[in-house]
């Protein structure tokens, strides 16, 4: 694929890559075991009193902490995501510690904590940079971003993560597989949506 920027001149563009919107995996996880090597840069990692809205979607008491780690995401050296995840400090004790920049945050949750993810909830919206996205993928100021908001939920439904993914609109978009009958989807499993990601 051919990519044209007035002024500037054409080039190949980086081939598409699917990511598997569906299956809740982690994104280094879904990354990495297509082979291409994935970079995380710690920009932020501490136990914090969370803004109220996230508060409310981890059912947080007034005055509860949560974890907060914030990652650029690089996928063969290219920034393509920012991620800023919250857990509830009671379910991570110690976790603000451990090393984000080459582990999972999913990893450390299921195998050092014993929360088994079950399912999450996410919504999906347009939105124009801000300067300090801007700076961060080195992209013109405006351009158009994907952002995915949502709640990652355990066993009996407990609310174990808060995230916010803030994707580059250059650089991944949707794929939906829509059925006529619900039973059909029920019946055949099928994964009805992707993401692609440069």
Known sequence: MIEVHQGVGAFVASPKQSYDALQL???SEEIARRGDHVESVVLEQAVVQPPARVAQHLALEKGDKALKVMR???VNAEPVLLETSYVPAVLCAGMEASDFATSS???LLEQRYGLQLQRAQQTMECVAANEYEQALFGIRAGAAMLLLEGVTYGERDLPVEYFKAI??????????ESWRNRSDVETAGAQRVSVIVA
């Open 25 to 27: 995996l982690g994104f």
């Open 72 to 74: 650029l995401r690089k």
């Open 105 to 107: 945050l999913y990893a």
């Open 167 to 176: 994707y580059r609109g250059d650089r991944c978009k949707f794929h939906l």
